[in-house]
């Protein structure tokens, strides 16, 4: 995590243009940061908001999605309220295009997500659904239905999914319960759910997904994502990763060393466990930053950069995904959360809304330049999950 020292410099007015290089000019003159992910057998991408039609896919944002990612992930085209908003078939038409995109332009897919915990985020008709007088039996063939309906449907097009998203309270570090777990217990549901995944995507990576941080804020939030791991890991559920959302920020200098020190702790244990790691949904938060455009792009690209170079020590971190590759397309910019003081947009991306690449990208460069190499990197070639 930054140092006291290391953020103060580089908010500095001139720091932007001293310590980080000047990245104006066409994406085309950059080499693809997937190339550089893949020579040390990491795999690179960033999420995507398909809906629906051609307009992505030929836009200019669309082409350098494809130029830059090697898999691609979608926003909430994937979502079990988007495929099946109404009780009956699962409607596949737009995720079936993006899947078709990502093909033709020679980059994978991953699906996300299964199950999202949140008692807000099963659809309306799940949440209302009469479970009658056997609710466990109930909500154990509604979740089959779904994930076989999903799994099967895609195939092998899939080659890692977050099969359970964000399940921890992270003020009280417990396990969040829904309309599915009431009627079976929550380990229970969330056992299931990777079960069913294992079942019928058999040769996917299956991951377990949530948003806690390094901050002193998030300690309970680490600790229940530690005991949901081990409690999966002691009932043999099939999980195979832990997703590290990092969407980072507010990473004030006089925390941020003992930020980095919890963080290490953090993935020694989940790594110790025997899981993987992927950074599923980065992004900066610039918030708290100035408002000078120079000064806060240096901000950014100096927080990103020492999480970057933590996190991605560890070899058993072969995902990496942004959640958005420009400005003008970050969920930041209308999350009420995110929303700076001074009324500016975010800056929380390589590049900015004009697709100008920013010094977060050249951070994002180095670091995929110096990370240890992945197992199976060998001669570039990349990684994937083995067949099961």
Request: charged letters at 20%; a neutral charge; proline letters at 6%.
């Amino acid at each position: 995590m930054p140092n006291r020292r290391s953020v103060l410099t580089m908010l500095g007015g001139a720091a932007g243009a001293v310590l980080l290089p000047n990245l104006a000019g066409a994406a085309g003159t950059l080499e693809p940061l997937k190339d550089i992910a893949a020579r040390k057998g990491m795999r690179f991408g960033c999420a995507v908001g398909w809906h629906g039609g051609s307009s992505f896919a030929e836009s200019d944002y669309g082409r350098l999605v494809a130029r830059e990612c090697g898999v691609i992930v979608s926003e909430n085209g994937t979502k079990w309220p988007a495929l099946q908003p109404q009780p009956g078939p699962h409607r596949f038409g737009a995720a079936d295009e993006m899947v078709a995109w990502a093909k033709r332009s020679g980059m994978l897919v991953r699906g996300h997500n299964l199950i999202w915990q949140s008692r807000r985020w099963p659809p309306d008709w799940v949440n209302q659904y009469d479970f009658g007088a056997s609710p466990a039996q109930a909500a154990e063939r509604l979740m089959t239905e779904h994930i076989k309906a999903v799994c099967t449907h895609f195939g092998r097009e899939m080659f890692s999914y977050d099969v359970v998203n964000e399940a921890v309270d992270p003020k009280t570090g417990e396990l969040i319960g829904n309309v599915l777990s009431q009627k079976m217990g929550v380990i229970e549901q969330i056992d299931l759910a990777f079960v069913l995944a294992r079942q019928y995507a058999p040769g996917a990576q299956l991951v377990y997904n949530d948003y806690m941080g390094p901050g002193a804020g998030s300690a309970k939030h680490r600790a229940g994502v530690l005991a949901l791991l081990s409690a999966l890991r002691a009932r043999g559920t099939p999980v195979d990763a832990l997703g590290l959302q990092s969407h980072i920020g507010d990473m004030l200098p006089h925390t941020a060393t003992a930020a980095g020190s919890e963080w290490r702790k953090f993935l020694d244990q989940v790594t110790d466990m025997g899981f993987d790691l992927l950074i599923t949904e980065f992004d900066v938060n610039d918030r708290k930053l100035p408002a000078d455009i120079s000064a806060r792009d240096a901000g950014v690209a100096a927080i990103a950069r020492d999480y970057l170079d933590l996190t991605l020590s560890y070899p058993r971190c072969r995902d990496f995904l942004l959640w958005g590759m420009a400005d003008h397309v970050s969920w930041l910019q209308h999350w009420p959360d995110a929303v700076r003081t001074d009324g500016l947009p975010q800056r929380p991306t390589p590049y900015d809304s004009e697709l100008r690449a920013k010094p977060l990208r050249d951070t994002i460069v180095q670091a995929l330049k110096f990370m240890p190499p992945r197992a199976n990197s060998a001669q570039g070639q990349l990684y994937r999950p083995a067949d099961r």
